[in-house]
């Protein structure tokens, strides 16, 4: 079966020590607690607030091992209000676990967004 699986991650800064550490941290998360490899995923989409720049974040899941998987990034609408500089993923798996077992990860002060769903 085919799932998703979201995750986000509010990094410390516009800095790109901060966006690869963040996106490090998060992804290895979601990959941890959905007891998955690189094998197991199909692709995987990045977005992060208008305000992080300084790097791609793809790049960490690279550094990851994920060099066969589709990655792909964008912005994050500019919402008035919005939390700053946060990165969010979208992962496309193949996995045999039910959708209610899937663990979406939310970290750090990016918890505030899916209160509903983070583990």
Do not use: W
Request: aromatic share 4%.
């Amino acid at each position: 079966m085919v799932r998703a699986i979201r995750g986000a991650i509010q990094v410390e800064g516009n800095d790109r020590d901060a966006i690869l550490s963040g996106v490090t941290e998060l992804v290895s998360e979601v990959m941890e607690r959905n007891s998955l490899t690189t094998d197991d995923v199909i692709s995987v989409i990045f977005t992060a607030t208008p305000d992080l720049t300084a790097e791609f974040p793809a790049l960490a899941a690279r550094k990851l091992g994920f060099h066969d998987v589709p990655l792909i990034c964008a912005s994050e609408i500019d919402v008035p209000g919005a939390l700053p500089r946060v990165v969010r993923l979208m992962a496309h798996v193949e996995t045999g676990k039910p959708r209610q077992e899937i663990q979406h990860v939310y970290l750090r002060g990016a918890v505030a967004l899916r209160v509903d769903i983070a583990q």
